[in-house]
């Protein structure tokens, strides 16, 4: 199997079942238009990872939607107070009247919509369905060319601009076709990093639409990536693209992240020099040092090319280390 093709394979591992996804799209469907016929509601779009295409597998557990409503049908609504958890209310209610799964008017399908701090967490499928399917909607307003949604926790409402990052991502898959394939890789490598907690996929996303270049091969392009982004981990917190919501995960542990990204970086370094020299099968064994075991790579010692040493690299101690 030639490098190419291990990344190819390795690709099918990460990448959702195309059924997985046809079905989380005809659920996002079924949201969109019993939402989106209410008489207060402007719109209805989804965003996320499905919505960016980002998702990873095997299975879809869940997608997001923003519901957009009328203003001039809910005064009151953007201003501090109770109109953050009323909105959470209204949406909640027109979920369990449009689409319960006792008496949904247009299908029957949400066992449990429950508030959150942003949104209505909305279960469809038993918990013991490989934990289930959930819908998270989410109440916004129109507001300076990009949102207000409700945080009910804080009893205010806090500018968002979630189509931003569609955008952007879309515009980098446009310039290389491989960009979102590799993004799905990275938030794949994220559970390998040595992090206290873990790292939100959306920390990986950011990471990859500022660090990732185009142009490259995928070695290449992942190889510069690892180097850039620990650079950028360490110098400061992942920031909203868009600039409107600060840090996206400010419990994230930026020193476990900035070292995992460093060793990495290393490995892939050495596997393109590797493949450069014609090693093949070395490069493989170096890639599945940093994906794991799902990456395909020969077993034993290759017989045709001198063996790399591959620098053991100590568990970080984690107890440690600040968070971000």
Known sequence: MSLGAAFDAFQEQVDADSTQVKEARERRE?????LGAESDVIEVWGSGS??????????????????VFDPDEHPGWGEPGDSAKDALDVLGGKVTKLLGATNGTVEKLVRIASPRNHAIKCFIDLPADDDGFTVDAMPALKHNGALL??????????????????????????????FLRMVRVLKAWRKRAEVEGKVKSLVMEVLALHHLPGGFSRPEALKRFFTAAATAVGNGPVMDPAGLCGEIQPDLD???LRDSLLNAADLADQACDAADEGHADDAKKLWREVFGIEFPALQGKPKTSPALI???????????APQG
């Open 149 to 178: 949604i409700p945080e009910k926790n804080s009893s205010k409402w806090i500018p968002a601009n979630p189509q931003y990052l569609v955008t952007e991502i879309k515009k980098r898959n446009s310039d290389w076709d491989y």
């Open 50 to 67: 499905l919505r960016r295409s980002t998702h990873t597998g095997p299975k879809i557990h869940d997608l997001d939607l923003v519901v």
């Open 30 to 34: 079924t949201f969109k238009s019993a």
């Open 310 to 320: 591959v620098p053991a690299v100590a568990p970080r101690p984690i107890k440690d």
């Open 254 to 256: 930026r020193i476990g």
